[in-house]
């Protein structure tokens, strides 16, 4: 009888464990993926303390003046570029010769591929969020760094991936240059499935690096096994998505279960004590330390005290 009772429980740990992972999204009563808040008991670095997505809370931020501007480079050459689906999100695969360096970097990163976090018509499915409040949709570009020859090898350096991530905001325009992304998705409806888009140059989609302020924190990866290796990127300007556009995107994939491929977003971690740092200065005018600047702060001053009577 004990035996026959210690022999049923193995059988239903290994059933509990034999479970892959999936977006909460996935999770039924018909379906044993393990979700999200499961994922550290199959992946023990997902429950550990420098874990992504974050809330950014941007009364708590830092400046830190090493964060300077980035180069990009290679984002105005064209090239053409595969879209595979790999059941949990569909990765666009870049060439080495996109490179990423300055913003604060410790070296010369270079791009692997680039992807999308989206909810479910049209609703939230950011993965980061500011002041709690969350996007509809967020693209991720990751890069490693040159001296590697692949990700697994950078995970296995704590800054070896350098992740950028922009929001989507919804204009009432369309953005033209997001309809190939959007329609190469199409292409690649089931698991497995692979297509080329070609002609296709980053600066069609992302601004040039010049004037972009961001968020800086160490983190992970944001699905399984969310190793520590992240330097995160996520930048203060958006980029333009129309409502329809959005609506197109979340209808066109389905998970590796035949499922729409909705709601593909891991929900915020723990700070666990990390600092969020910023590439911009706080109020600038009223603290840089020469005459100038004292007079324009004594107007700041004035002017404010002018406002609150
Ligand atoms: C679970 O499976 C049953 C029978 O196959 C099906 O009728 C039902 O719609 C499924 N439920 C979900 C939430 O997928
Ligand atoms: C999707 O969103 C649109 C617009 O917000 C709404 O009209 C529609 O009913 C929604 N569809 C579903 C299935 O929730
Ligand atoms: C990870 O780093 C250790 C120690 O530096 C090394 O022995 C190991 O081969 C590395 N693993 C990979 C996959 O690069
Ligand atoms: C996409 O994958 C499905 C399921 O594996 C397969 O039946 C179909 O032929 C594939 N389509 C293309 C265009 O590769
Ligand atoms: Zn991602």
Not at 71 to 81: A, D, P, R, T, Y
Not at 91 to 110: D, I, N
Not at 253 to 270: A, D, Y
Request: net charge neutral; hydrophobic share 35%.
């Amino acid at each position: 009888m004990k035996s026959i009772l210690s022999l049923s429980s193995v059988l239903l740990v290994l059933e509990l464990c034999s479970g892959e992972w999936c977006y909460q999204s996935q999770v039924s009563c018909n379906d044993t993926c393990r979700g999200p808040s499961e994922w550290k008991n199959l992946f023990p670095n997902c429950g550990g303390q420098r874990q992504s997505p974050i809330n950014i809370v941007t009364s708590r931020v830092k400046h830190d003046p090493k964060l300077t501007r980035f180069i990009f480079e290679g984002h105005e050459k064209v090239f053409s570029m595969s879209v595979e689906n790999h059941g949990h999100s569909a990765h666009f695969t870049l060439p080495q010769s996109v490179r990423l360096r300055g913003g604060g970097l410790p070296a010369t990163y270079k791009a692997v591929q680039f992807h999308l976090h989206w909810g479910e018509n049209g609703s939230q499915g950011s993965e980061h969020s500011v002041d709690g409040e969350r996007y509809p949709m967020e693209l991720h570009i990751v890069h490693i760094k040159e001296k590697y020859g692949s990700l697994g090898e950078a995970l296995n350096d704590s800054r070896g991936v350098a992740a950028l991530a922009f929001f989507f905001e919804v204009t009432s325009g369309e953005n033209e240059h997001l309809d190939r992304v959007i329609q190469a998705l199409g292409r690649v409806r089931y698991e497995g499935n692979s297509s080329e888009i070609e002609d296709f140059r980053l600066t069609d989609i992302i601004p040039r690096a010049s004037k972009l302020n961001y968020y800086r924190y160490s983190g992970s990866l944001t699905t399984p096994g969310c190793d520590q290796a992240v330097v995160w990127t996520v930048f203060q300007q958006t980029l333009p998505i129309s409502e329809n556009q959005l609506m197109s995107v979340d209808k066109q994939l389905l998970f590796g279960t035949e499922k729409p491929m909705t709601g593909i977003f891991r929900p915020v971690q723990n700070l666990n004590g990390r600092v969020v740092y910023t590439s911009m200065p706080a109020h600038s005018l009223c603290v840089l330390p020469n005459l100038i600047t004292l007079f324009l702060s004594l107007f700041c001053v004035f002017g404010q005290q002018r406002c609150f009577h």
